[in-house]
C-alpha cells in the first residue's frame, strides 16, 4: 500500500446517512515529524456514537467538520517514530478515525498487549464499549442480587456485556435484540436469562411476562419502542443509566413520546433515577474496569462476539447497517493485516 | 370543647378539590385504651402531597380511604396516656390527621422539646418540609459552591429552605414565587441571590438572565411552566431532585410538556440526572438533619415564615389556598391552644 486512505464526511446528514455523506480519499502517506508517530490502523470500531458527531446540533462533543476525517476509535501499529515513548512494531489504542495511516504526537495513545487478549479487544470488551457497560451499569445502576435488569443491543458490543456483568452480580438479565438469531445467542452464548425480538408486536407484552418482578435498571442504548415497552415496569427505586438513543440517532425531529405526560409523575412516584452519562465521565474507574473485566473475560464469565467488515471503503455501509442493527455483535473494520 | 371535631375526605376530587370533598364531623373525645394515649392537637400541617393522598392513582403511599380523616403531620399535646412512654403535658409530633384529637399507640410519635424552638416547627423547618429540602438538596443535588441552585415555591416550607442552605453552601440561590411580595421576602430576609414571578409571561427569559451560568440544580417541587423555563438551561451534569409537581396534582389527564421529545435527549448529552424521592427515603439522615438545620435556626442563618389559619374548619380552604399558592409561608392550622 502505497497510498493512505481516508473517509471523510462529505456532507451533514438529514436523517439516515447515505452513502453520498462520506467519501473515500487517498492521499500520499504522511511522515511525522519531531515527536511524532505514523500510526498504521489494524482495527476500526464502528460505534453508535458517531451518528452524533455527523451532526452539528448541541451535544457533548464537537462534530467532526465538513471535509474532516470520520472519528473513531483504532488499534493501530506504530509504523515510524519520532518519539522516544514508541518504537515501530508497538500495538497502540488511539483515536486515528476512519483511515489507513494517521500522525500523532503520542498524547491519547495508549499501549495495548498482544499478548493478553486478542489487539481487537482494546476496541471491545476491554475497551470504550465494554467500560460504558461497566461504569454505567455498576455506577449508575449499581444492580443487587435478585434484582432485574433490562438492556436492548443485547447482542452488541455494550448490551452483551451489561446483561453478562448483571449475572456475574447475582441480577436476573434480560436482553432485547433483533430478531430470533440474535435473541438465541445472547441466551446460549452470553447467558441471558431471556432475550426478546424488538420487532415483535407484542413487545410490551412479551416483556412484562420476562419481568414477572417488574425492572430494577433499565441500560437505555436504544430509546424508541423499548424505552416505551420497559417504562410501565419500573419498580420503585428503579435506576436508569442513559448512554445512548440509537432509535432516534436519525430523527429529523423531536417526537414526544407516549409516556411523556407522565414521566414526571412516575419519577416521583417510584422515586426513579434517570442519568445520562457517557464513559469519559467514569475516567477515574479505567483501572477497575481494567482489571475486573480482562479477569472475566479470561475466566469466561464474559464473552463477547465481533462483527468484522473488511475494509476501510466499506465502512460506511458497515456503519449504515450499524444504525440499523445489520451488525452481529461488536462492528469492526479490518483496515490493514495485524503485521504489515 | 367537650366534643371532638375531625375533617374526613367526603369524595375523591376531580381536578381540583372543592368545599363538598371534604366533611366536618363532630363525635365524643375518644378515651385511650390500655397503652394508649389521647392526643389534641395544636399545630396541622398542610401540606401539597396531601392532595395525592385524596386520589386512588398508583402512588408511593395509601390514598385516605372516602369517610377517612385526612392525613397529615401534627403537633400535638398528651392530654391522657396510659402508656409509661408519654405522660399529660408532653408535646409530640404525631400524625394525627385533620382532627382535634386522636388515640394513639405510642408508636410514630416523637417528643418535641418547648424549650428549643417554637413547637409549630416541629412539622416545618425542624420537620418534613425542612428534611426533604436538606436531603433533596444535599443528597441528590449537592451544590458545590458557585454552582447555581433554582427552586420554586421558594416561599414556602420547602423551597425557602432550599435556598437558604444553598447558600450555606456557596451556592447561588435563585427562587420562584407568586407575586411581587413573596418575591421581595424571599430575596430580603431569605437571602436568595434573586427570585421571579412564576406568573411573569417572560418568565423563561427572565430565569434566562437571573442565571447567567446556566442551573446546575432545580429542586422541582411544582412542575408545569417553572420547569419548561429551566429545561433549556441545565448544565452539563446538572442535578434534579424531584420532590413534587405541584402544578400537575389537580390534572385530570397526562399532558406532555413541550420538553418532552427532547428529555431524553439532553439527558444523554447533558448528563443529567434527575431522581424522585420522598423523605422517608432519607429515613437515616435525620440526625443529621436536625443537628445541622437546627443549629442553622439558631444561628438565623436559615430563617423560616409560617402562614397560620385558625380553626380546623377552615382546613379545607387553606388546604385549597395552599394548592393555588394563596398561603406565603408554611401553611399551618391551629386547632388548639398550646396549653388547654
Known sequence: MSQAKRIVLASRPVGEPKPSDFRLEEHAIPTPGAGEVLLRTIWLSLDPYMRGRMSDGPSYAQPVPVGGVMEAGTVCEVVASNNPGFKPGDIVLARAGWQTHAISDGKGLAKVDPSLAPISTAVGVLGMPGMTAYTGLLDIGQPKAGETVVVAAASGAVGSAVGQIARIKGARAIGIAGGKDKCDYVKSEFGFDDCLDHRDPDLAAKLKEACPKGIDVYFENVGGAVFEAVFPLFNNFARMPVCGRIAHYNDTQAVAPKWAGSLMQHVLTKRLTIRGFIVSDFA?????????????V????????????????????AFMGLLKG???GKQLVRVGPDKA
Open 284 to 296: 477515574d474507574r479505567r483501572d477497575a474496569f481494567l482489571k475486573d473485566m480482562s479477569a472475566w
Open 298 to 317: 479470561r475466566d469466561g464469565k464474559v464473552k463477547y462476539k465481533e462483527f468484522v467488515t473488511d475494509g476501510l471503503e466499506n465502512a460506511p455501509t
Open 326 to 328: 445489520a451488525n452481529f
